[in-house]
């Protein structure tokens, strides 16, 4: 989200900057993002800290978790979270 918080402004007659609905709307969406990441960031942080408990727990149901290649269909690209075909060997979006 590059954007200019200048770019969200308005101006009246007298050339005076006042803030409109737009960049409040923008303040909204980059709050709550922020806001997302942060809650995101600490959920890690306290998951790392307990030792990884969730990860942990699925390795102990006795299954083999070793990975062979077999059986692998589309993937997820890490970055953008987009579904890729099983044939693709880069994002088709980044």
């Given at each position: 989200?590059?954007?200019?918080?200048?770019?969200?402004?308005?101006y009246?007659?007298h050339g005076k900057?006042?803030?409109?609905?737009?960049?409040?709307?923008?303040?909204?969406?980059?709050t709550?993002?922020?806001?997302?990441?942060?809650?995101?960031?600490?959920?890690?942080?306290?998951?790392?800290?307990?030792?990884?408990?969730?990860i942990?727990?699925?390795?102990?149901?006795?299954?083999?978790?070793?990975?062979?290649?077999a059986?692998v269909?589309?993937?997820t690209?890490?970055?953008?979270?987009?579904k890729?075909?099983?044939?693709?060997?880069?994002?088709s979006?980044?």
């Amino acid at each position: 989200m590059e954007e200019n918080w200048l770019d969200k402004v308005e101006y009246d007659l007298h050339g005076k900057m006042f803030l409109s609905q737009t960049f409040y709307l923008y303040k909204e969406t980059v709050t709550t993002l922020s806001t997302t990441v942060e809650n995101h960031f600490n959920k890690v942080m306290q998951e790392i800290s307990n030792g990884l408990p969730s990860i942990i727990d699925n390795f102990e149901d006795g299954e083999d978790y070793e990975f062979d290649g077999a059986g692998v269909g589309e993937w997820t690209c890490m970055v953008c979270q987009v579904k890729q075909a099983k044939t693709a060997n880069k994002c088709s979006t980044c």
